[in-house]
């Protein structure tokens, strides 16, 4: 096999207009979204799992859960916009949140909303 026969080669010739359009902000934003979701897979588990158990405990008469005060407290916590509902605004605003923290020092960081939702959508 010669060095023009290589595929890996010949696919990474294919490919340079991509690397050529990838920026450190873009692959950082990719790395994070894929982080971001298996965390936000793991959070679901754990708080899964949780209602399971406390919602059995329950069912059982072990417990008594006020799921009204906590629906209503927990809607209190995360309404970011102070609006009484939880809607698109309010995801908006925390992205801007965390966009903000995650690009903070980072200079090339004009992709990195992109490859942040490729990681979550790919990753």
């Not at 698109?88 to 949140?97: C, G, L, M, T």
């Not at 903000?100 to 942040?116: D, M, Q, R, Y």
Request: aromatic share 12%; proline share 2%; with cysteine.
């Amino acid at each position: 096999m010669t060095e023009h026969d290589d595929p890996v080669e010949t696919t990474l010739d294919k490919l340079k207009p991509v690397f050529a359009r990838l920026s450190f902000g873009s692959v950082m934003g990719y790395c994070s979204g894929y982080a971001a979701k298996k965390v936000g897979k793991a959070v679901a588990f754990v708080v899964g799992a949780g209602f399971i158990i406390f919602q059995t405990a329950a069912y059982s008469g072990y417990i008594d859960i006020d799921w009204a005060k906590i629906k209503d407290d927990t809607k209190k916590k995360i309404d970011i916009t102070g609006d009484g509902k939880l809607d698109v605004e309010d995801a908006k605003a925390y992205w801007r949140k965390v966009r903000k923290i995650l690009t903070h020092n980072v200079g090339s960081a004009g992709g990195f909303s992109l490859g942040f939702l490729g990681g979550v959508k790919y990753g």
